[in-house]
């Protein structure tokens, strides 16, 4: 069997040194640095190629024991959207391959490309080296433009056509979950040999419970607050307007929960939220509820746990999720949390268990979903005990060690094609 030594890690569009929470930064940014991270703790040296989006930054950065980032320069530094990208891809490209070219022959045992863009380098890298292709797609046009929030843009046409042509060109693709295995399979004619089910984890030394009455005076929060977080990119995908409409119906509902409820949005403008940044402030107005709600900026992981510990519920109302980052996350730091039945979130949250899944995106079901959470304390106690457990199903390093066995079947399947 392939030994791995050493590996290629592609994520052309974000880099995992970037904040998540803003841009194009988010849950796949901390599902490439927590992998790495544990894949170099396990012996193998991992090189993750990203596009350099400032002129400041060292053409290599030491990320962790193991890793270094290698900023690419394709294109200028700013002002470059995610769709203007496959513009870039020939010269991040070549980049990429001249790196390899100036380390000794078989320098990289894999590749693992992260989204289409980086599935299209990383094609063309697997047949310059000889290697084999693992890639996640960690979100799919097909299944998005499937499930539009109101006034979003679908993904174009170039898209879908480069997501079928990765999934073609892979020797593995790795989904998050079972349902995201079956879309590819079901959408994109995937070989069902050829995907692979792992889970992402939670780093539970950094997501866990927390003294609330300590976690809430230390953002500003009464002790005795009702508080509805949601954390995330502030775009229509991720739906945090739906939590700001039912907010106001639950006020509607319970109008004496006012002076209690506090609602922070932990999180900034992303996609096409950056084409009206001021638009969720501006909803908040127009509901009447400015008073309990609250713009936080992007934060490191280690104050999004706190946050977590100072939330009565979690709110993840989002139009798709391949997994839902923030709802294990939340979990692991013992908050409820209140879903939308979509995606990974219907693998991360257990319904009734560890929080509670709502069917649609209407405010109205939304307020009575979030009740019953909000004014019984004794069943919001068993949902938060419930999310412990739940929590106690994900783990980084099963995910890398899951990983690192997908890696050694791409690599047993090549040799026997080679052979």
């Known amino acids: 069997m392939t030994k791995i030594r050493r590996m290629a890690m592609i994520s052309l569009h974000t880099s995992p040194l970037d904040q998540p929470g803003t841009g194009d930064a988010g849950g796949m940014n901390v599902y490439v640095v927590e992998v790495a991270r544990r894949l170099a703790a396990r012996g193998i040296e991992v090189d993750i190629f990203t596009r350099a989006t400032s002129s400041l930054l060292d053409p290599v950065v030491r990320l962790a024991d193991g890793v270094q980032v290698t900023n690419v320069h394709a294109g200028p530094f700013e002002g470059l959207t995610k769709d203007q990208l496959p513009g870039q891809l020939c010269v991040f490209a070549r980049e990429v391959l001249r790196a390899e070219a100036a380390q000794p022959l078989g320098h ?62 892979s020797d593995v693709l790795l989904a998050n979950t079972g349902l995201e295995a079956q879309q590819l399979i079901d959408l994109y004619d995937a070989d069902p040999g050829r995907v692979e089910v792992v889970h992402p984890g939670v780093d539970t030394t950094v997501f866990l419970p927390q003294d609330r009455a300590a976690a809430r005076a230390a953002r500003g929060i009464p002790e005795d607050a009702i508080v509805l977080l949601f954390a995330g990119r502030i775009q229509p995908l991720k739906a945090p307007d739906v939590l700001l ?175």
Do not use: C
């Open 108 to 169: 990289y045992d894999i590749v693992h490309s992260h989204y289409w863009l980086s599935g299209q380098v990383g094609a063309l890298a697997r047949d310059r080296w000889g290697v084999p292709l693992v890639h996640t797609m960690h979100t799919m046009a097909k299944v998005k433009n499937a499930a539009l929030a109101v006034g979003d843009t679908p993904e174009p046409e170039a898209r879908l056509i480069g997501e079928e042509q990765v999934v073609e060109a």
């Open 245 to 419: 409409h039912a907010t106001a119906e639950l006020l509607r509902l319970r109008p004496e929960l006012r002076r209690r409820l506090v609602v922070p949005i932990v999180g900034g403008p992303s996609g096409t939220g950056l084409e009206r940044p001021t638009a969720l402030a501006n909803l908040a107005a127009e509901l009447g509820i400015t008073d309990v709600v609250r713009f936080v900026p992007p934060v490191p992981q280690g104050e999004l746990a706190g946050w977590y510990s100072a939330a009565t519920l979690v709110a993840v109302p989002s139009y798709n999720e391949s997994f839902g980052l923030v709802a294990v996350e939340a979990q692991a730091a013992g908050a409820p949390v209140v879903a939308a039945a979509v995606g990974g979130l219907t693998t991360v949250v257990r319904h009734g268990r560890s929080g509670l899944l709502v069917d649609t995106h209407d405010p109205i079901d939304w307020a009575r979903a979030l009740e019953p959470v909000v004014i019984d304390r004794a069943y919001r106690d068993r949902l938060a005990a419930g999310a412990l457990r739940q929590a106690e199903r994900f783990s980084w390093d099963a995910t890398a060690e899951q990983t690192l066995e997908v890696y050694q079947r791409a690599s047993l399947m090549r040799e026997a094609l080679a052979g």
